[in-house]
């Protein structure tokens, strides 16, 4: 594939996943920062982990497929964070979607864009020292 179709593949899935964080669901989610119950703690990781995942992929995505302009999609993605959790909160708050928005989810994204720019300048600092 083509950088361009890949680009235009990374605007496509931000915009997967603004729909699928903002979509009305079904399972409940504590509004407060305690677990239900103990059998939240799992569904909870996963999600959680889940938003830690997507954002470092994003933020690879960006580096690896944006070269001149790498940062300023990298800051798109950080305010997508922040529009993705106002957008389920404001949904929540007019639709009564189920959602919640977060400024840990915010955070728990940014942290997993940090670690995605982490890997990749590791990964890039590796390569660049074998190939010399």
Known sequence: MTRTV?????W???VVWFVLLVRPTTTFQPVSDELASWSDVL?????????LAAYA???????????????GVVCVVAAHAIVGEVGQYLGNEWYATGRV?????????????????GVWWV??????????
């Open 6 to 10: 890949l680009q235009v593949l990374f």
């Open 12 to 14: 496509v899935a931000l």
């Open 43 to 51: 569904p909870f990781l996963v999600s959680k982990g889940l938003h």
């Open 57 to 71: 992929g994003l933020a690879v995505a960006a580096v690896v497929l944006f070269r001149g302009w790498r940062w």
């Open 101 to 117: 928005g977060s400024v840990k989810d915010v955070l728990i994204d940014w942290t997993g864009m940090v670690i995605g720019c």
């Open 123 to 132: 990964g890039r600092k590796v390569v660049a020292k074998r190939a010399a």
